[in-house]
């Protein structure tokens, strides 16, 4: 029944004790009856001490009953109260009966209980308090023959609380409460010793207590053997004291020097067995045999607290344990990024590996901040105490990007569920339902239905993606090659890399493409080289604004550029052509590409292929943030470029931004982007075969991808026609899964004309925008807002991305209203000039002169001013 005795405490006499136990002592056994003489004290008190003791509070004197609530969730575990209070706090304010001892110390207060047992005949987990009192005595004791009574309390004065009377007590199965004045480790009766093994059973050979030993966490150390003795010894020196069998009082570590600090002692349910609860001292070895315990090493979570412990005190310089405690924004970094590969795990296998490296840095980023496992361990059990929680649902930002839809606190309606939770449900239901995109009638959906279902997939937000992506640059910064190897190992899996780029001439045994794709290759790169090179300036532009004022134009090529090819779910070979192909054309004098190898080591033999034919300097194996910031900074193998080209995703568009903005970098970029999206317009006369075929294009390339069609006037005959074609290609593909998960958040829009269709494509602004109507060239004039537009029936998407020779990277995610796709402009860059004649700065010299007096900028207009008077004076 564990110890046989409850200290009462107050907290007054604990600040300047003269007699007694000290706090620390009391602590041993485990918990305190405090008996506050005000809520604050009391609360003060447990959130002091709630990682020393099991806390129950008297609260008989506290009136308001959200004050009780409050001392119950800051920690304690249970309140005494009396019957009256009992009845509030148990229907009006929900505590539970269980965290409750109804204190009785008169006949009328018995009577309050009975009565509230007779309304509750259900509850028979009532605990009760006592004073020394035949009658209430009598009283309760009925109460618990009954099976009423779960526990009873009964205090003691100083006086009476002796080993006899906890051993009647224990007998009764009454837990005596017994005051911290009336113990003293010097006192033979009433010693915590003595008073500690009342009615404990000993060992029948020995007449000794068998113990286990314990860590903090309840890892067992060993068994030994205790006597009242080396008991009192224990708590007197607060040190891990044991009887042996051989040599008398064993002070555990007195020659080895592995000591225990006493945390609490206990007994088991039978009182046959004593229980120390200790910290490990020096080298934490409890056996003889130089183990942590007589049971072998730690293993698990324990194991790994040593092991952070010791490396804390003793990392080797240089080492990656120490970066981890010497960098706090590389540990914030890292269990960030383990927390989103394990909420991306799937299999039982993925998610025991992800969670391990999650707790690995969580326990690493604890002990960096002298934080135990006992310590988060203390927490829970504190959480667990809580009366009132919060409702537990996510933070709007996290629910939004996993899809989860949020219920109001007040009313407890629900809250229309967003499209990605949509998706979240219907990816549980089986995987053979039909593929179909969600349909909206624009005549009678209302704006704010219009407006939520235009917004593009949610994304993570933006400041969750800068934490991760942030250290990643800092640390390309500064370590460089070494850097970047360290990622490609990780995200690629490549651990054979032993440098993390390619340099040209290319090996030939890294070109073996078939004669097929290079045919394909070599059409696509000269289609595209012929488009591009028609966007040359024929010759600089010359203008003059007025007699002697000539003003020119002319462009110089970017000379260094860096060329970014996503991998991730598919190899995108054409992307290096679309990047590469007008960089060779503009004439930029160092080309580099980067994208991720293979878990091999290997990269794309048709990305080689085209790097060698568009005259690339260098391959950059890596993906994602490191590639960027490779190409932004340089490092030593690795040239810095000027500006980066390219599609990826959030991460990769996160890391062209931060360096785009860093001055220190002097790098520009092409666009921000997002997933790949395609806005089809089909009318009557459209092929549903090629509309479905169109829309599952992109969505092929990732769940995060959306398509949207825009029917013109189609009725349900017209539509299903497109549905059920949409639903049969998507099977045959290989990735229908990731279709499946594109087309969940896609959306059909039904709208009257074709002028209705452009203004709503206007509004969503899509990267691809396929006309599928009669006459497709006359709407051309209608579109505002898109990245590349395919007109009529036989110009499929898919031409643009790899053939024709228009460029397939292209502002997504509605940046299409503001940016350009990649053309020949974007490895350009346009220098002006001006040329005037004395004649024209004397035409033009006036009007400058007066602007710059009406900013206040004299030494603008001195700079004419002073010419025009120096070719008056020579005219003269």
Partial sequence: MGIPFLVSVDPQSLSSPTNGLSLKQISYFGRVLLKP??????????????????????????????????????????????????????????????????????????????????????????????????????????????????????????????????ISAQKQNVVAVVPSNSLSLDKDESSPANLLVAGAVADVTTGLYTTVVTDERGVALGLVYSSEQSISEALKTGTGVYQSRKRGLWYKGQSSGDTQELVRVDFDCDSDCLLFVVKQKGKGRFCHLGTATCFGQYSGLSRLQKTLQARKEDAPPGSYTARLFNDPKLVQAKVMEEAEELCQATSKEDVAFEAADLLYFALTKCVAAGVSLEDVERNLDLKN??????????????????????????????????????????????????????????????????????????????????????????????????????????????????????????????????????????????????????????????????????????????????LYVPGGTAVLPSTAMMLGVPAMVAGCKKIVLASPPRSDGSISPEIVYIAHKVGAESIVLAGGAQAIAAMAYGTESISKVDKILGPGNQFVTAAKMLVSNDTSAGVGIDMPAGPSEVLVVADKDANPAFVASDLLSQAEHGTDSQVILIAVDLDDTHLKAIEDELHAQAMALPRVDIVRGAIDH???????????????????????????????????????????????????????????????????????????????????KHITSSNLTAEGLRNVGGAVMELAAVEGLDAHGRAVCIRIDHMNRTKQ
């Fill in 37 to 166: 003489s005000s809520v604050d004290q009391a609360v003060s008190f447990i959130k002091q001490n709630f990682s020393l003791l099991d806390i129950y509070v008297d609260a008989t004197a506290i009136e308001s009953a959200g004050d009780v609530v409050d001392i119950l969730n800051t920690g304690a575990s249970r309140a005494l109260v009396t019957p009256c209070q009992l009845a509030t706090l148990s229907k009006e304010q929900s505590v539970p009966s269980l965290r409750l001892i109804v204190s009785v110390s008169s006949g009328s207060e018995v009577t309050g209980l009975q009565s509230w047992i007779v309304e509750n005949q259900e509850r028979k987990d009532i605990s009760v308090h006592s004073v020394v009192s035949p009658t209430v005595d009598a009283i309760v004791a009925e109460l618990g023959d009954k099976g009423v009574v779960k526990e009873v309390y009964r205090s003691y004065d100083a006086t009476s609380a002796t080993q006899a009377t906890l």
């Fill in 385 to 562: 105490l809580k009366i009132k929680r919060r409702q537990g649902d996510a933070k709007q930002g996290w629910a939004e990007k996993v899809g989860l839809s949020s219920t109001s606190g007040n009313s407890g309606e629900q809250k229309k569920p967003t499209e990605p939770a949509k998706e979240a449900d219907k990816a549980a239901e089986d995987p053979t339902r039909k593929i179909e995109m969600q349909r909206i009638v624009t005549a009678t959906a209302s704006p704010e239905t219009m407006k939520e279902a235009l917004q593009r997939p949610s994304q993570k937000s933006n400041d969750a993606i800068v934490a991760l992506v942030k250290p990643i640059i800092e640390d390309i910064q500064k370590n460089g090659d070494a850097a970047v190897l360290k990622y490609t190992h990780k995200f690629e899996k490549a651990t054979s890399l032993t440098s993390p780029v390619i340099k040209a001439p290319f090996p030939e045994s890294l070109m073996k493409i078939s004669p097929e794709t290079a045919k394909a290759i070599d059409i696509s790169f000269e289609n595209i080289r012929t488009f591009h090179a028609a966007q040359k300036d024929e010759k600089p532009l010359q203008v003059e604004t007025m007699p002697g004022v000539v003003c020119s134009r002319f462009s110089r090529a970017i000379e260094r550029v860096g």
């Fill in 746 to 828: 896609s959306i059909t829009f039904v709208v009257k004309d074709v002028e209705e269709a452009i203004t709503l494509s206007n509004r969503y602004a899509p990267e691809h925008l396929i006309l599928q109507i009669k006459n497709a060239a006359d709407a051309v004039a209608l579109v505002q807002n898109a990245g590349s537009v395919f007109i009529g029936e036989w110009t499929p998407e898919s031409v643009g991305d790899y053939s024709a020779g228009v460029n397939h990277s292209l502002p997504t995610y509605g940046y299409a209203k503001q940016y350009s796709g990649v053309n020949l402009a974007s490895f350009v």
